[in-house]
């Protein structure tokens, strides 16, 4: 409690010196664009090493072996396409928000509402998965059990994330995610140390005992195979075709992500976008090497048995190993303070991702759609940061009721529905509006809301929501759809409704597309955008 507190109340001072830096529009949402391609790194990196990160892939590696670890391939591998394809571009074509770039050489108000409320779906599915952990997290450190208990942990968070973004905006928030991000990897990097360490600093032996320990009984080699997850004989090809959509929506889900695409615009420069992308994959490349070891020593040392004691979706493999590693080496005391470290840490971790969850859909709210869309353009800076901060509110309490729902549900799992969103969604809108001369409003929308549509609908149509153990639903069964990711069908048609809704409308503007090429490769142009 000393270290959560501790925590809490230094965050809770940069939130107030932030807020007292923060005067302008351009503050509020972008930090005054003052943060160095070092520190937007540390920040990405805090932003995307979310509780699915820390919990989520931990216990499912742990519970699932090898296909668990293909989390984490897929959320690093992912930052190639949002480097190479959507970083640059973004800084310097956009202002705010990912819609600046779409309505550039768009009919605005059509394109900023559809932008927005993707962003805010998008949001609210990434958000679902922080409150889950959150509230997993914080009963297994004060031991509550009742589902009444943690409610009120996921209401505390949320209560918590709203007065971040209120009242600090993109600085405070940055801030507490370069905090965050040294002490995840701090932690993570320790547990890491001590496990190798307990092993010989022989992967193979730690391998070999987390199947023994964690394996399926009579083949427990099966634990370091494909099939414990995806694949399986109950599941047959449907199961192989769901690992297949969720690769896809892993690796292509990033560039997407709302709350990503707006730290782009935190920095003065394009070359400091492309600088503190670098950051980032270093930074989260090294992290998702160390959840390898993480899960593999909680399937070892902590067993299967008393993870989903725990949490039945394993959310809490990462906390107990810090502690059963703790007591093994220096004792009991030195167990419960590393659990209480370790703890802290991922309670730092997903009060700043949902702390930058809810900037960047309540900014698009804001920015978009009340100032581009209610008020025609002719809402002032004040007036459009009172929005944000009122929006902030409503979002978090959305996030909470829907979090209370979820409980249930494995906090990666859900991070991946997230991604297939974005992916289905925003993605198709972002690069045919970067890349195709043809591209039109037509098709932004179409994109949007096609790739938007088909991905909620397959979600509420498949296991997830009913039909099964784990489903928000379980007494219900209305899964006609057998995949819980519906990457591999809805980003295909995200893509075939923006081509189709473009060739079927005659709006063609080569003036605007000659501008926003010249300056998205240049940044020529994007200085004097970004101070208006």
């Not at 990434?126 to 031991?143: F, K, R, T």
């Not at 901060?389 to 494995?410: D, E």
């Amino acid at each position: 409690m000393i270290l959560f507190l501790t925590f809490v109340a230094a965050t809770l001072a940069i939130t107030i010196w932030a807020s007292r830096q923060t005067k302008t529009a351009a503050d509020y949402y972008a930090g005054g664009r003052s943060f160095s391609g070092v520190q937007n790194g540390l920040a990405i990196g805090g932003d995307y090493m979310s509780a699915a990160s820390f919990l989520g892939i931990a216990g499912i590696i742990a519970l699932s072996g090898y296909d668990g670890f293909l989390y984490s391939i897929g959320f690093l591998v992912a930052w190639l396409v949002a480097l190479l394809l959507v970083a640059e571009l973004m800084r310097n074509s956009g202002k705010f928000t990912m819609a600046d770039v779409l309505a550039f050489r768009m009919s605005p108000r059509p394109v900023r509402t559809a932008a927005g409320v993707s962003t805010i779906v998008v949001s609210i599915f990434y958000l679902l998965a922080q409150m889950v952990g959150a509230g997993a997290l914080v009963g297994l450190l004060l031991g509550i059990t009742s589902d009444a208990g943690k409610i009120w942990t996921i209401i505390g968070v949320g209560a918590l994330m709203v007065v971040y973004v209120v009242f600090g905006g993109m600085k405070g928030t940055t801030w507490v995610q370069i905090v965050k991000a040294v002490l995840l990897m701090s932690g993570a990097a320790l547990v890491t140390l001590l496990v190798l360490g307990k092993f010989g600093f022989n992967l193979s032996a730690l391998l070999s005992q987390a199947a023994t320990t964690s394996g399926p009984a009579g083949n427990p080699e099966a634990f370091l195979s494909p099939g414990q997850k995806y694949g399986t004989d109950a599941q047959g090809l449907a199961g192989k075709i769901d690992l297949i959509s969720l690769g896809l929506a892993l690796v292509l889900g990033t560039a997407g992500l709302p709350h990503i695409l707006i730290r782009f615009y935190t920095v003065p420069t394009a070359k400091d976008a492309r600088k503190s992308v670098m950051w980032g994959i270093g930074i989260i490349g090294v992290f998702y090497l160390l959840t390898l070891v993480l899960g593999f020593g909680a399937a070892a040392l902590v067993g299967r048995t008393a993870i989903t004691e725990g949490d039945a979706a394993g959310n809490t493999a990462a906390p107990l190993l810090a502690q059963r590693i703790g007591e093994e080496i220096f004792g009991p005391v030195g167990g419960t303070i590393l659990l209480a470290f370790i703890g802290a840490v991922a309670f730092a971790t997903i009060l700043a991702v949902v702390a930058g969850l809810t900037l960047a859909s309540s900014s698009s709210f804001a920015h978009d759609l009340y100032a581009h869309v209610f008020k025609r353009g002719q809402a002032s800076e004040r007036q459009e940061v009172v929005v944000a901060r009122v929006s902030a509110l409503v979002i978090g309490a959305a996030a909470i009721g829907l979090g209370i729902l979820a409980q249930n549900q494995n906090v990666a799992f859900l991070v991946a529905l997230a991604f297939a969103v974005a992916a289905s969604g925003n993605l198709p809108a972002i690069l045919f509006s970067l890349f195709w001369k043809r591209f039109n409003t037509a098709g932004a929308v179409s994109a949007i809301y096609g790739g938007l549509v088909s991905a909620l609908l397959l979600v509420i149509f498949s296991p997830v929501v009913s039909g099964g153990p784990t489903a928000l639903f379980k007494t219900a069964d209305f899964a006609w759809f057998p995949l819980s990711n519906p990457g591999i069908v809805s980003i295909p048609l995200g893509f075939l409704c923006g081509w189709l809704g473009t060739i079927l409308s005659k709006e063609y503007n080569a003036a605007k597309y000659a501008e926003i090429e010249v300056r998205s490769l240049t940044g020529v142009g994007a200085e004097q955008a970004t101070k208006h």
